[in-house]
């Protein structure tokens, strides 16, 4: 085990670092939008982009991963969905609790770490989950999340957050940059040599400014949260408002936890292996790369549309944090019991 805590260490002490300069202000909380941006709009493209050239179409085009991966990321959606809506907990919370569940950290964390343990092989499975994340898990969990309304309007709510979606998909640079890598690799056609060296500089800043980045957020919503909470205390207190919520309870946090870290992984390692006995054209080494996506933390970006839709920030900020906190001991024991 210790050759694989030697490989995973410095990527997750690049997210301490991200979260300790966050805490103590050096770095402004101001700042991580910018560099948000440039993982998400530059270096991460890019990064995709040239795994995916670099990829024999048919790794990239594989039917087996793309089915495996996508009824395990559905069969989570419906679990935490079903298992987790309460009274204290509606549509809102429940969809965006399930994204968290279904949707690993695979762009800003997963194909950095995983190429680095298994090679540049796991990146056409790795793009496959990506491409499927993106497009497929995100739509439907945005959708069932406008599912609180009545009647029609919980219809119509569900309608136009699919739009809002599909929106995000054809403005978000990943999918293009997936589809240009996959046409390249098609064609077996080079980016000119000025042009391939400059994705290429922007390509290797993508690990450790997202991994960086990723600690920040995490930071920036705990102190945020904390902000808010005293601000809410102070004018309770002066009788102008409203008990302050507090943080979400651990019995909405630790479960969607344990089905990222344990049930999602062990729910893909089965369907591998049944899709193998069935004679499906999975190969061991594509199955212990999306077992391993599933093992990772959840996506750092599910709290952003968590806010922006008006889900509990709060708690789906917590999950984040704790899938990243116990992946730093559960990903090496999956790494060393799948190798």
């Not at 009274?87 to 969809?95: I, L």
């Not at 589809?179 to 980016?191: D, N």
């Not at 089905?259 to 999975?282: C, F, Q, T």
Request: some cysteine; glycine content about 10%.
């Amino acid at each position: 085990m210790l050759p694989v805590f030697l490989v995973t260490f410095p990527f997750f002490a690049l997210i301490a670092a991200g979260y300790g300069a966050a805490r103590a202000r050096i770095l402004p909380l101001d700042a991580i939008a910018g560099l948000n941006t440039f993982v998400l709009y530059f270096a991460l493209p890019c990064m995709l982009l040239r795994f995916g050239a670099g990829t024999p179409i048919g790794q990239l085009l594989d039917g087996s991963v793309a089915l495996v991966w996508g009824i395990s990321a559905l069969a989570v959606v419906a679990g935490v969905v079903v298992f987790t809506r309460n009274a204290r907990v509606g549509w809102n919370d429940a969809a965006f609790g399930a994204l968290v569940a279904a949707f690993p950290n695979t762009g800003f964390m997963g194909v950095p770490l995983l190429v680095a343990i298994l090679g540049a092989q796991a990146a056409g499975p790795m793009i496959i989950t990506i491409a499927f994340d993106l497009v497929i898990t995100s739509s439907l969990c945005i959708a069932l999340s406008r599912l609180d309304g009545a009647g029609g309007a919980g219809r119509h709510g569900a309608t136009q957050a699919a739009r809002k979606a599909l929106r995000g998909i054809l403005v978000n640079p990943m999918p293009w940059s997936i589809l240009l890598g996959v046409l390249l690799s098609a064609m077996r056609w080079r980016l000119p040599g000025p042009l391939e060296r400059t994705v290429a500089m922007l390509a290797d800043a993508a690990s450790p400014v997202a991994l960086f980045t990723i600690g920040a957020v995490l930071a920036r919503s705990a102190l945020l949260a904390r902000e808010h909470g005293a601000s809410a205390a102070v004018a309770e207190a002066m009788g102008t408002a409203s008990p302050a919520p507090g943080k979400a309870p651990w019995r909405d946090v630790l479960p969607v936890v344990a089905v990222k870290l344990l049930v999602h992984p062990l729910l893909v390692w089965g369907l591998g292996l049944g899709a193998i006995a069935l004679s499906l054209p999975l190969t061991p080494a594509a199955l212990v790369v999306i077992v391993l996506v599933a093992a990772l933390p959840s996506a750092s970006n599910v709290s952003m549309l968590a806010e922006r839709f008006g889900a509990d920030n709060g708690r789906i900020a917590r999950i984040i944090l704790w899938t990243t906190v116990v992946a730093f001991f559960s990903f090496p024991l999956a790494v060393g019991a799948l190798r």
